[in-house]
């Protein structure tokens, strides 16, 4: 059964490829819908809201603004197909060099929630926006850059959410909205903390510890001019750690933290001859490794435990 609808999927995919836009849709997308088209085959209802708008007067006619949802009850002998669609969205997060932001929310068998809902905007009004995670216990959300902007100030968001129903059932949601990406001083000005969805083009004007873990986020080298002290090291950590607990870009966070203890190591951080401020070092750094290791506890996404346990094994090289 499984290789049928690949095959069928696969086939889609290729009739898609010969008629693809100027604007090119992600891959991610057509994945999903010829999914969803298997979904339909097999008598699965499916409710759709479909809406966009062009900018009729730019060449290409770019989209302004674009929101999709899907939502439908998958029988519990379909219950494996949620978890190809969820693993397809962690393989396309990984591997897309456009995504810039991974989140997740899950719900234990206690009823507890790991992490927040979110708002994915859509067009370019920040008040105009899909919540996901309010009335779905779980998701994974990726958000692209959108490939065919070149001011690479335009992305897609896309969310998977679902909730167990009754007899074994269920319930799910896909969303898909376009949008333009808030600009970095807004956040940074309602939130005080450093927003991942930022693009790379954005120029910041921000302190020095913000600034650092816009660096991390994206990738870009930090050295020891740019850790500055001990003190900064913390601050930015409390930054990080912030938003790895309320579940806001988890992945980008645990590697951002790995990133900075790996740094730390290698810039001497920690690790100075100078005897006066040796126990101050020390309690720094048995603080840090307390707070990572107590992380790594309350996460239950292997991905991301190896992440703080290499974060870990970094600061335990650390005399």
């Known amino acids: 059964m499984k290789a049928i609808r690949k095959s069928i999927i696969t086939a889609s995919l290729l009739l898609v490829s010969l008629s693809a836009s100027a604007q090119q849709?992600?891959?991610?997308?057509?994945?999903?819908?010829?999914?969803?088209?298997v979904h339909i085959d097999h008598g699965v209802e499916v409710t759709k809201s479909l809406g966009q708008e062009r900018d009729i007067q730019q060449e290409g006619r770019p989209l302004k603004w674009r929101c999709d949802i899907y939502s439908f009850t998958l029988p519990k002998k379909y219950r494996n197909w949620l978890d190809e669609m969820i693993d397809t969205f962690e393989e396309y997060g990984h591997e897309d060099s456009n995504c810039y932001g991974i989140n997740s929310m899950s719900e234990s068998s206690k009823?507890?929630?790991?992490?927040?809902?979110?708002?994915?905007?859509?067009?370019?009004?920040?008040?105009?926006?899909?919540?996901?995670?309010?009335?779905?216990s779980n998701f994974i959300n990726i958000n692209i850059l959108d490939p065919a902007d070149s001011t690479r100030s335009h992305r897609y968001a896309y969310a998977i959410e679902w909730r167990e129903a009754n007899k074994g059932k269920t319930d799910v949601r896909y969303t898909v909205t376009y949008a333009k990406i808030p600009s970095a001083t807004t956040s940074i000005k309602n939130s005080h903390t450093y927003s991942a969805i930022v693009a790379d083009t954005v120029k910041l004007d921000t302190d020095p510890v913000t600034d650092v873990v816009s660096r991390l986020h994206h990738g870009k080298p930090v050295d020891a001019a740019d850790l500055l002290c001990n003190e900064n090291i913390l601050l930015i950590f409390s930054q990080l750690k912030k938003q790895f607990l309320a579940g806001q870009n988890t992945e980008f966070n645990a590697i951002s933290i790995y990133t900075l203890c790996k740094r730390a190591r290698e810039c001497g951080f920690f690790s100075y001859p100078d005897p006066a401020f040796a126990e101050v070092q020390k309690a720094e750094l048995r603080q840090l490794k307390h707070d990572i290791a107590l992380m790594n506890v309350q996460t239950f996404d292997q991905t991301l435990r190896t992440y703080l346990q290499m974060a870990l094994g970094e600061l335990e090289k650390i005399q």
């Open 25 to 37: 849709i992600n891959k991610l997308e057509e994945w999903m819908k010829g999914e969803i088209n």
């Open 111 to 136: 009823g507890d929630r790991v992490g927040n809902s979110r708002r994915l905007m859509i067009g370019d009004d920040p008040n105009r926006y899909v919540t996901i995670g309010e009335d779905y």
